[in-house]
């Protein structure tokens, strides 16, 4: 099992290599008819999103159980990008009421978290047509959790960082209406204007994944103001686990502009650590605004 | 690749990818999952001598498959008692299982006594401390029910403050059950005036049931606030217990603290908590506190610099007080 993991892992990571390596190659190679952007001319977008979903984790250093419950989560974000190039840069809070109550032992766990990403893709121009545009590239996301389970007494009050390099490929569907039609449903009769509209499909692969996690429960030194340095003292950096995510998006551009995207996320991880595997996965539902700033 | 990423997104591919939900009400899961998580966590194998090996053999034997959650309880819970360690419980919705080592020993507080002749009349309570003048207001007698009680400087300022000009202190740390380490610093702090180490922390952090890491020294840190610096009587007993255990093992780093009454209860180790499958909860020592020479004495109890019993057939006289107020005057 742990070598299929590895072979697995070894294929992913020579695949999205692969896609990296060749759509820089062929970015050069694309249709030069394009209307060709600077950095400066580049759409630019700001996002404010809000979303909502269910979230579960497990944290086998303190209980084999899964705790599940909803999530409500803070987006913002500054997103660039045109038909060949794509930056993404954004910060997500999240915070999570979850619950056990596996044979009548209700205990609940607060959840909080929160994440930067960044991602930079590049087109693979023979993956892409005028309908569809596929890109690729690497992501950094760092995600620091922080978790209270006032059942596990000195336990209580968990915490880590999950930091990850993923490669990224995203497949954009143009599904705009480009000319005004009439939609006729049995003696309703409506003029449908031209609209720009976008669909995609993006998945997220962890290539390296870190995680920075308590070894052991730490021990108080008697100095308050040391107290950040003692809770950190038995942390531990370890390069294991895997990490996945999906995003769909659709986005609905206003003629000024601007646009609405509803998005589903799934996101999921296991991060070994050094000891035991701490899990975790989310659904998410987002609405967000975007603002076109340029 | 992208239909199969597109159906795992939205079919919880989580239950494909994560093993699979440890959830268990099986007898035989439940106890071993105990059992091995004690045996590769708790910290007092060795100088408690338990033969933690015999002891599954012979409640592993108790089982049955269809046992009641009550028989399982009783089970488990007798077999953490075989710890002798008051750090160590299993939590249920109907029970919580306690080895309670203050009742093994002689009863050394009596609140009634001490609110009847000691703190009333002009009983005074600041935050978790209730305190008054004894003694011709030659001492100032402050009682600290629970470390769990948290110390505000204000507070603290108020009560020492008030007894500034006695001869000295008694802190009544009797029947404390323990609480949080930061009081125990917090308090600790009021009555040094250097930075000092007053006792070491480890932690088990190995497999085999004597590893552990690192010592950690644990300090006693001068207060910026009012300080008490004069002689302070510290009173225990059995049921001293955890941080107040701390408490009084740090006092031996320091000269003008002295312990009066008798041994303390112990427990000077962290309890961890965790959850069973079966959605029950434990908790058990997973670090030894030592003192300056780096014995480990303290989780049997931390022994009193001057021995005291309380003669409980005179309900007006409480003998550690009285003890203590000779020692000062």
Known sequence: ?294 | MLLLAGICAFTSCEKIVFKKDKASKDVYTNFDYLWNEVDQKYAYFEIKQVNWDEIKIRYRAQLYADMSDDSLFNVLGNMLKELKDDHTNLYSPFNVSVYQVDLKHPQNYDSRIVREFYLNPGITITGGFTHNFIANKQVGYIRYESFMNDIKDDELDYVLNKYADTKGLILDLRSNGGGTLTNVSKLLGRFVNEKTIVLYNRIRDGKGRNDFGDYKPFYAIPSENIKYLKPVMVLIDRGSYSATNDFSLATKALANLVLVGDTTGGGGGLPNGGQLPNGWTYRFSISQSADLNKNNFAEEGVPADIPAQLNLQDRTHDAIIERAVLELL
């Open chain 1, 1 to 294: 099992m742990v070598h299929f993991k590895k072979l697995v892992g070894r294929i992913l990571f020579l695949f999205f290599f692969n896609i990296v390596t060749a759509s820089y190659l062929c970015n050069a190679q694309c249709d030069s008819s394009e209307q060709v952007y600077t950095r400066k001319t580049r759409p630019a977008y700001t996002i404010i999103g809000a979303g909502a979903g269910r979230l579960l984790f497990r944290d086998f250093e303190t209980s084999p159980l899964f705790y599940k419950g909803f999530k409500g989560s803070l987006f913002l974000g500054r997103l660039r990008l045109d038909k060949k190039t794509e930056a993404l840069f954004d910060f997500n809070s999240m915070a999570a009421a979850t619950s056990n109550n596996f044979n009548n032992t209700f205990n609940r766990a607060s959840y909080f978290s929160t994440e930067l990403y960044y991602h930079r893709l590049y087109r693979i121009c023979k993956l892409s047509t005028n309908q569809y545009n596929t890109k690729a590239g690497a992501a950094i996301v760092s995600t620091t959790n922080l978790r209270i389970n006032e059942a596990f007494g000195n336990d209580a009050v968990k915490g880590e960082n999950i930091t990850n390099i993923m490669g990224v490929i995203k497949v954009s569907r143009d599904i705009s209406r480009t000319s005004e039609k009439t939609m006729k449903l049995f003696f309703i009769k409506k003029k449908l204007k031209i609209k720009k509209r976008a669909l995609s499909y993006q998945l997220n692969i962890g290539l390296i994944n870190l995680n920075y996690r308590s070894v052991y429960p730490f021990l108080y030194s008697g100095d308050s103001k040391g107290i950040v340095r003692d809770l950190m003292n038995d942390y531990a950096l370890s390069m294991n686990g895997y990490r996945l995510g999906s995003h769909i998006n659709y986005v609905k551009y206003l003629p000024n502009g601007n646009g609405i995207q509803y998005s589903y996320y799934w996101d999921i991880y296991n991060a070994p650590g050094k000891q035991k595997a701490f899990q975790m996965a989310s659904h998410t539902f987002q609405i967000s605004l975007l603002f076109n700033t340029k």
